[in-house]
């Protein structure tokens, strides 16, 4: 088998497992994963969750053979954290990592790491150390500073991406990514394979190809661009299922896609180019994702900040055609569900913040166990940005900010888009939620491990 560069980052959100069948020895195979990971779309950001204007017929399809989830959060409204509970099935705050990881001196002053700690529990090297072979492809943003660890120190054979090491660097589009998961799959049709596909649409810049843009011209100028970077991400995935059916993997392969927090907001149109970017591209102006009516974005604790798209599929496991509303499940639980569903053990000294959804994967029932909780210290600037804190536990969930005195709940169960305030008519729901907070928040660490900090901080 021929080894190319083994380190290449996660970049569309989908992840794929094989079903078991029996090899010459009479062994069950091990499941193939694929995780495709998108970066800002929305839940709103998909024809079949009802925009009338964005077209994703790929993801139609693959909801339409496999499970579509509804109360399905990440544990961050931003990138970094958001990719961190993923890649340890912890949440991102017992790693020091509450805002997107950049500069030294910006992860410093707001009190972060500067780099996921390569000694924490690792969903590739959980995979790596069963004799799966490991790739990411796509954006990392989980250290980019120069003396950060390579992406092959957390556990990939292959590793491409961008915000990361820069040793395999690819440009932020879906096309070199998904080429790179592509030509990794090729090469390992025959071995039991984890795949991090993670995607840079729908994020800032937006670099729309001009058949998607002729596509799209009867549209508005800001809709005919986010809808042509949503179509590139969406003919990834297509890529990827037809390749698993083009190698007879189709049925030995679980996909998931999902995206790292919800839509990022509209800018001005005199803002409207991304100057920051070397390459130009389309800015925040083209940034008009949506949230299906869920309120608030991204940089928010609200529904529409961490409420994403969650869809999966493994044909003759996974039931086709079913969408899943009571299922609670959240990207802590990928990697207690990704270990179940390759039968691998979970070190005795791991804790997961998260539990193993991978009834609910194959359309049992599921009922949640653990709290979710969410941190967020990313400023106040807009009015959905206020909580600092979150608790989901049972039908309930819970935002405050104690420096502004503030607290809201919400009846998930009778109100999916968190547009009612009820804490006053359930005093003591809040008290219970609250305790449960505090004490959370005093389980956590008040600075970073000096291990994940740069040497630049003692300049």
Not at 12 to 31: D, F, K, M
Not at 53 to 71: C, Y
Not at 140 to 148: T, V
């Amino acid at each position: 088998m021929n080894r190319i560069v083994r380190n290449i980052p996660n970049v569309l959100g989908i992840v794929a497992l094989t079903l078991p069948s029996c090899n010459t020895q009479g062994q069950p195979e091990r499941p193939n994963i694929i995780f495709i990971f998108a970066d800002d779309w929305g839940y709103g950001d998909l024809s079949l969750h009802g925009s009338t204007w964005i077209q994703t017929p790929n993801l139609d399809k693959m909801a339409s053979e496999g499970i579509d989830f509804t109360n399905f959060t990440v544990n961050s409204p931003v990138s970094s954290p958001s990719r961190t509970a993923v890649m340890t099935g912890q949440f991102p705050a017992r790693h020091s990592i509450h805002q997107h990881l950049a500069g030294v001196k910006s992860n410093q002053k707001r009190g972060m790491a500067d780099w996921l700690d390569p000694e924490a529990p690792m969903l590739p090297r959980l995979f790596k150390e069963a004799d799966y072979v490991t790739g990411h492809f796509g954006k990392w943003h989980l250290g980019n500073c120069s003396d950060a660890p390579r992406e092959d120190v957390y556990g990939y054979d292959e590793f491409a991406t961008f915000n990361g090491s820069k040793i395999n660097d690819i440009r932020k589009d879906s096309l070199a990514s998904v080429d790179h998961a592509v030509k990794f799959i090729k090469e390992n049709k025959d071995e039991a394979f984890f795949v991090n596909l993670w995607l840079h649409e729908t994020h800032l810049a937006h670099f729309p190809q001009d058949r998607y843009m002729d596509h799209f011209k009867d549209l508005n100028e800001q809709k005919q661009v986010y809808a042509s970077v949503i179509a590139e991400g969406d003919e990834g995935v297509g890529r990827i299922l037809d390749l698993l059916k083009e190698l007879n993997l189709d049925e030995k392969t679980l996909v998931i896609f999902s995206s790292d927090n919800g839509p990022e907001a509209t800018r001005s149109k005199e803002a409207h180019w991304f100057h920051n970017n070397k390459n130009g591209g389309f800015g925040g102006y083209f940034s008009v994702g949506e949230t299906a009516g869920l309120v608030g974005q991204k940089r928010s604790l609200y529904a529409g900040g961490v409420r994403v798209p969650f869809i999966v599929r493994w044909p003759g496991v996974v039931p086709a055609g079913r969408i899943d509303s009571t299922s609670v499940t959240s990207a802590v639980d990928l990697l207690p569900t990704f270990a179940e569903a390759a039968g691998i053990d979970i070190p005795d000294n791991y804790r997961p913040d998260g539990e193993s959804i991978y009834s609910a994967i194959k359309g049992d029932d599921f009922k949640r166990t653990k709290a979710i909780y969410w941190e967020w210290r990313g400023g106040i600037s807009k009015d959905y940005m206020w909580p600092s804190l979150g608790v989901r536990e049972g039908q309930w969930k819970l935002v405050t900010n104690k420096e502004l005195n503030r607290t809201e709940l919400y009846n998930i169960e009778n109100d999916w888009a968190e547009k009612k305030d009820v804490a006053a008519e359930y005093p003591e729901i809040v008290e219970e939620l609250s305790a449960k907070i505090d004490a959370w928040k005093t389980s956590l660490p008040t600075e970073p491990k000096k291990e994940c900090t740069s040497k630049e901080r003692k300049k």
